[in-house]
């Protein structure tokens, strides 16, 4: 076994939210008097912290994104929260690396409580010995600061026996800035060659495929 620690993301990763996500965003846009078009359009949000996301992609201000994501939460809390799945494969993995005396943790650049919300309701939590999200205090913002106190905190010793699994740009330089590599798991919700142009340590398509390079 190559990996002793593994750090997962988690929109797009362990689980489609994009239904919830894309019904929040589109929700708050709407509402801020921005046209929306399709909900393909809106994947972008899927993965990139979302006040980052709204200044990038619509070219609000720090303020104006700071609103939006009051707006935005609001609605996710209350509307969009549970609009998820697992993605396929997931859980067997999860199960298969344990066997393996794997050590499991969530880093997400989700606001943690929702995170664990969705992994305790799925039963999920049980596999992970960390999970760490974006915080109320905002103390954590960057892809990198969430993986380094995820690394703080599980101590590993050596960073060439942890890897990161995510499926957008963000996770892979995210993980880069931390010092870790990171497989591209591509869920449908990056752009062509985005994981790669990123700099993955590998692309694959399925958890299938996932298990065989870290498993063997």
Same mark, same amino acid.
């Given at each position: 076994?190559?990996?002793?620690?593994?750090?997962?993301?988690?929109?797009?990763?362990?689980?489609?939210?994009?239904?919830?996500?894309?019904?929040?965003?589109?929700?708050?846009?709407?509402?801020?008097?921005?046209?929306?078009?399709?909900d393909?359009?809106?994947?972008?949000?899927?993965?990139?912290?979302?006040?980052?996301?709204?200044?990038?992609?619509?070219?609000?201000?720090?303020?104006?994104?700071?609103?939006?994501k009051?707006?935005y939460?609001?609605?996710?809390?209350?509307?969009?929260?549970?609009?998820?799945?697992?993605?396929?494969?997931?859980?067997e993995?999860?199960?298969?690396?344990?066997? @393996?005396?794997?050590?499991?943790?969530?880093?997400?650049?989700?606001?943690?409580?929702?995170?664990?919300?969705?992994?305790?309701?799925?039963?999920?939590?049980?596999?992970?010995?960390?999970?760490?999200?974006?915080?109320?205090?905002?103390?954590?913002?960057?892809?990198?600061e969430?993986?380094?106190?995820?690394?703080?905190?599980?101590?590993?010793?050596?960073?060439?026996?942890?890897?990161?699994?995510?499926?957008?740009?963000?996770?892979?330089?995210?993980?880069?800035?931390?010092?870790?590599?990171?497989?591209?798991?591509?869920?449908?919700?990056?752009?062509?060659?985005?994981?790669?142009? @990123?700099?993955?340590?590998a692309?694959?398509?399925?958890?299938?495929?996932?298990? @065989?390079?870290?498993?063997?």
């Amino acid at each position: 076994m190559k990996y002793k620690y593994i750090l997962f993301d988690f929109d797009g990763t362990l689980f489609d939210t994009s239904e919830g996500i894309i019904k929040g965003v589109r929700h708050t846009l709407e509402q801020n008097g921005y046209s929306v078009g399709e909900d393909k359009e809106l994947y972008k949000f899927i993965g990139p912290p979302i006040v980052q996301a709204f200044k990038e992609f619509y070219g609000m201000t720090e303020k104006q994104a700071l609103a939006a994501k009051d707006l935005y939460r609001k609605y996710y809390r209350e509307e969009g929260l549970f609009l998820c799945k697992p993605i396929d494969g997931a859980k067997e993995c999860l199960g298969r690396l344990l066997q @393996a005396g794997c050590t499991l943790a969530v880093a997400t650049s989700k606001p943690e409580m929702f995170a664990r919300a969705i992994l305790e309701k799925f039963g999920f939590s049980e596999y992970f010995s960390l999970i760490v999200g974006a915080d109320p205090e905002e103390t954590r913002l960057e892809k990198s600061e969430i993986i380094s106190f995820v690394l703080h905190e599980l101590q590993p010793g050596n960073l060439a026996d942890v890897i990161m699994v995510g499926d957008r740009k963000y996770d892979v330089i995210g993980a880069k800035k931390a010092g870790l590599a990171c497989i591209g798991l591509d869920s449908g919700f990056s752009d062509p060659g985005e994981l790669e142009n @990123a700099g993955a340590a590998a692309v694959v398509h399925n958890y299938r495929e996932l298990s @065989a390079i870290l498993l063997g």
